[in-house]
Antibody, heavy 124, light 107 residues
């Protein structure tokens, strides 16, 4: 059974970049057929989809974050990562990595595997 | 972006009650809808996908229905472990969006 675990700094200063990594175990990130995804949840609020990467390196981002977000893949470490530039207090959230069934260039999907989430606070 | 509106936003119920939560999409999404349960400090757990398909391992007291713009999640007989927040999510088109959540509390 695949497991996902987020890691990264819990505190980031405004205007700097937020960087998180999701380590996948129990399955290969190169196996295809999945969208490796980042989702976030501001404290006390709902869920926001950030974007996904396919094992080929193809990415698709939310229009609301496009231009600030990059998702990348490290198949040698079985990890994928999130980088969000120029953060503000509005980017304070629990960040989840997740996996959902999907094809390259494929339709959106749902998410059957999630990490536990990691809280990132943007503050000086 | 497609907006999902859940109702009610919060709900009080008792163990054994039958509960229904509604999710309305701002435009038709066929049956491209999923439901999740979230407990404090935990990741969301997929309950239903494609509007009515029960995810493996999810108790049969959970069921989903609907298509187009109107969807429901029903819990046939509430158990103590069901008190949580429930979210719908569409996957009809990009960007993926979620409902604002329904908090289910013990009466």
């Amino acid at each position: 059974q695949v497991q996902l675990q987020e890691s990264g700094p819990g505190l980031v200063k405004p205007s700097q970049a937020l960087s998180l990594t999701c380590t996948v175990s129990g399955g290969s990130i190169s196996s295809g057929d999945y969208h490796w995804t980042w989702i976030r949840q501001p404290p006390g609020k709902g869920l926001e989809w950030i974007g996904y990467i396919y094992d080929s390196g193809y990415t698709y981002y939310s229009p609301s974050l496009k231009g600030r977000v990059t998702i990348s893949l490290d198949t040698s470490k079985n990890q994928f990562s999130l980088k969000l530039n120029s953060v503000t207090a509005a980017d304070t959230a629990v960040y989840f990595c997740a996996r959902g069934p999907g094809e390259l260039y494929g339709d959106p999907t749902y998410f059957h595997s999630w990490g536990q989430g990691t809280l990132v606070t943007v503050s000086s | 972006a497609i907006q999902l509106t859940q109702s009610p936003s919060s709900l009080s119920a008792s163990v054994g009650d039958r509960v229904t939560i509604t999710c309305r999409a701002s435009q038709g999404i066929s049956r491209s809808l999923a439901w999740y349960q979230e407990k404090p400090g935990k990741a969301p757990n997929l309950l239903i996908h494609d509007a009515s398909n029960l995810e493996s391992g999810v108790p049969s007291r959970f069921s989903g229905s609907g298509s187009g713009t109107d969807f429901t999640l029903t819990i046939s007989s509430l158990q103590p472990e069901d008190f949580a927040t429930y979210y719908c999510q569409h996957f009809n088109s990009y960007p993926i969006t979620f409902g604002q959540g329904t908090r289910l509390e013990i009466k």
